[in-house]
């Protein structure tokens, strides 16, 4: 299975891109042109679309392309650069993809041979080859690189405890994003942390949010129940990896019930962690952060696993 395009989110540089040395509708990328490759990654990372870079890290024999050679893969199959073309070339553009589906890099072999793949022994006893029908004779092994956007962390309320959410969240490697529909709560240098990535005054019903992906960890913190409900309704039927919303077990039941008034299916409501955090006693602005986070962090760790578990079975 491989990942849909990210809805809404151009190509890299915002700009359609083809093989490596042609665009279609601006300007070419030159091989000659020194980094220009990884700065189609960046360009991409910037507005939180993943990719695969393969590399050819290892070639035999008569093979379309040497040691170094690289492509991008974009997560709807379209490429920026080129390890050899044709029917190759779309073998591994299927396994990068199956590689970003399960967020894990891994290392491919290919055989230009005919001879059915465990005829021979690769070099690498731990990398099984897959043939394709070519006929050249040589062999390649290519290193897919999944590369994702940072974790993001969207604080939706920039009071006391959102503020120290941001403070202690930027130890981490958090893009950090705060929310408020109260201008005073959001002084820049009230969030003079790294990390912090944007600091956004919105209105009351948080219009303009940015929307989760699969990446965004939620903490939804605002001056209230009725602007707590607002934000929640922006971002429960979002991809977002983690939802949690401060406030008692009485809370929830009084923002849940206004939310299943709406339609909204009880298995979203399932999803959002309330009351938020690890129980340790938390007290203060501070601790009450750590308690967060550490929710968080415990939910990150168990999707990495859950990503191993599963490509160790497939």
């Not at 093979?63 to 779309?90: H, L, N």
């Not at 990398?127 to 394709?132: K, Q, Y």
């Not at 219009?207 to 707590?228: H, M």
């Amino acid at each position: 299975m491989s990942l849909p395009p990210t809805p809404g989110v151009p190509p890299a540089n915002g700009r359609e891109l083809g093989q490596w040395g042609q665009t279609r509708g601006s300007v070419p990328i030159v091989p000659s042109q020194a980094g220009a490759l990884w700065q189609e990654v960046v360009a991409s990372l910037a507005v939180r679309r993943p990719v695969v870079v393969a590399t050819v890290v290892r070639d035999s024999g008569s093979v379309p392309r040497r040691s170094g050679a690289k492509m991008i893969v974009y997560p709807d199959g379209s490429t920026c650069g080129t390890v050899g073309g044709g029917a190759f070339e779309q073998h591994v553009i299927r396994d990068a993809l199956a590689a970003l589906h399960q967020g894990t890099s891994r290392i491919r072999g290919y055989s230009f041979n005919p001879a059915p793949a465990g005829s021979a022994a690769p070099p690498d006893p731990g990398v099984a080859d897959e043939t394709f029908g070519a006929i050249c004779g040589g062999r390649v092994e290519l290193l897919l690189e999944v590369v994702m956007p940072a974790d993001r962390l969207l604080i939706v309320g920039g009071g006391h405890c959102g503020r120290a959410l941001a403070q202690a969240a930027s130890l981490l490697d958090f893009s950090i994003v705060v929310a408020d529909d109260r201008e005073a709560a959001l002084e820049r240098q009230n969030f003079p942390f790294p990390g912090v990535e944007s600091v956004l005054h919105l209105t009351s019903d948080f219009s303009g949010l940015p929307e989760p992906d699969a990446q965004t960890y939620v903490v939804v913190l605002t001056r209230g129940f009725a602007t707590d409900t607002e934000a929640l309704r922006r971002v429960i039927r979002s991809t977002a990896a983690y939802i949690g919303m401060i406030g008692s077990a009485r809370k929830r039941e009084v923002v849940f019930e206004k939310l299943r008034a709406e339609g909204i299916a009880p298995e979203l409501l399932a999803r959002v962690h309330v009351p938020i955090g690890l129980e340790i006693g938390a007290d203060s602005p501070a601790e009450i952060a750590v308690s967060i986070l550490a929710e968080i962090i415990q939910e990150r760790a168990r999707r990495r696993d859950s990503a191993l578990t599963q490509e160790q079975g497939a």
